[in-house]
């Protein structure tokens, strides 16, 4: 069974300390749950309304407790589909709750109503009944946008429908503040519940026109645990296509993307199929073997893109790297842990980094590359729990001058020319210690 609570949603107003007013009320909210995946996504219309007597500027959303910690992304637009800035702060005698400060565009005055978007995406909250099966056997998940007709059972909560694969709950009306209904629904979904559990992303600048990008992946099938042996016979008589093994999944990469190469630890991996598409190439990747539950691999992907599509200068004479901080692995991804490492050219100063969200920033450290004495920055950035949303730019802004491009070259020509001096001194001169014969006649 997959079972997943209710998130609670309070909004509440923001006084200078921070306090919740009762005054903004909620006075229609509507739920839409899709857990037709491995993730959680929950997107909420709420119309708020000011029954006080002054405008206000800010509201609350306060998360169920049990879900705290499976909430990876979230995000609140207002009725324009702007973002609006979310904060996390805490709120007095209400220690025990997390809550997050919304920042509206344009102050809610007294008696009106305003409509804003949540969005939230959780990880782990969708628990495999049974935790182990069979080769044969089907995986059932808990869901409310059902990826299947086939419904074990689901929490009755009047009024409820059901309808194909959705389940409708409510309307309900006069709820109380931090009311918790738990939801159980039990039914089937063989989607893959593909899980990267380490990621390491290194992003290595060159001035010469080319980055290059390399993913160090280490992926787990995180559904039911696969009970008993293995059998490749019965696996390759299984053509359906409704099974919970993972043979293969599609990777994004960039559409400049050029020199791709796909390996592991027994060397490349030729099964993986490239396809050129418009604004993107597809690549098809295919493990060696196939994952089920409880089953993990690992793989390297690098390719390179032009620098000037990244990389530009602007009026002060700085150089701005734009790149995104974890890119697409593979459709509604989950990942556990990302470490990305961003290497920057020889001799850069006054590094200034700006990130979409917040991530924890290692200690920068110094690599040294071909023929290289001087050493490369290198920035350090990790974080946990990371979905699709997670795929923005982050900015890197540094100054750099333009003659050390010429570094490499010049080492390059003076460690010839010292070779070239030692082979002609070795050639010429002579360090024998007795004279040769041909000396002793004359």
């Not at 995986?139 to 389940?167: A, F, G, H």
């Not at 519940?193 to 992926?219: C, D, K, M, P």
């Not at 004479?317 to 961003?342: C, K, P, Q, S, W």
Request: aromatic share 10%.
């Amino acid at each position: 069974m997959y079972k997943i609570l209710a998130l609670l949603l309070c909004l509440t107003y923001v006084t200078a300390l921070e306090k919740v007013n009762n005054q903004l009320i909620n006075k229609n909210v509507e739920r839409s749950i899709d857990l037709t995946t491995q993730l959680v996504k929950i997107t909420s219309t709420i119309t708020l309304e000011n029954t006080g007597r002054e405008s206000v500027r800010n509201f609350l959303l306060v998360l169920e407790p049990n879900t705290v910690g499976n909430v990876s992304y979230s995000n609140v637009k207002d009725s324009l589909k702007d973002d609006l800035k979310i904060v996390r702060i805490e709120v007095d005698n209400q220690k025990d709750k997390t809550f997050y400060n919304v920042l509206l565009k344009q102050p809610l005055d007294a008696g009106r109503v305003t409509t804003v978007v949540l969005e939230e995406v959780l990880t782990k909250s969708l628990i495999p009944f049974p935790s182990s099966i069979t080769q044969k056997e089907k995986q059932l998940k808990t869901e409310v946008s059902l990826s299947s007709r086939t419904v074990e059972n689901y929490t009755k909560l009047k009024p409820v429908v059901q309808s194909d694969s959705t389940i409708t709950y409510g309307p309900y009306g006069t709820i109380q503040p931090f009311t918790q209904d738990e939801m159980i629904i039990h039914y089937e979904n063989n989607a893959p519940f593909l899980t990267v559990t380490r990621l390491e992303r290194s992003i290595e600048i060159s001035h010469w026109g080319n980055i290059a990008v390399e993913e160090n992946i280490q992926i787990r099938h995180t559904g039911a645990k696969l009970k008993g042996p293995f059998s490749r016979y019965d696996y390759q008589r299984d053509t359906g296509t409704a099974h919970h093994s993972i043979k293969s999944y599609r990777t994004i990469l960039p559409a400049s993307a050029h020199s791709v190469y796909y390996r592991d630890s027994n060397g490349n991996i030729s099964t993986s199929t490239v396809r050129p598409r418009k604004e993107w190439i597809e690549l098809e990747l295919r493990p060696r073997f196939p994952l089920f539950g409880g089953w993990q691999s690992s793989y390297t992907l690098g390719y390179s893109v032009p620098s000037y599509q990244y990389l530009f200068k602007n009026p002060s004479g700085e150089y701005v790297l734009n790149m995104r901080i974890i890119d697409h692995v593979f459709d509604d991804m989950h990942v556990e842990e990302l470490e990305t490492a961003i290497v920057l050219p020889v001799g850069v100063s006054d590094i200034k980094l700006n990130t979409p969200y917040e991530v924890e920033r290692l200690g920068d450290e110094i690599t040294y590359k071909y023929l290289d004495n001087i050493g490369r920055t290198v920035i350090k950035l990790r974080k946990t729990n990371l979905v699709e949303q997670h795929i923005q730019d982050l900015e890197i802004t540094y100054n750099w001058k333009p003659h050390l491009l010429l570094h490499e070259p010049i080492l390059l020509s003076i460690a010839l020319f010292l070779s070239f001096v030692c082979v002609i001194i070795y050639v010429r001169l002579d360090f024998s210690l007795s004279k040769s014969e041909h000396s002793k006649k004359e």
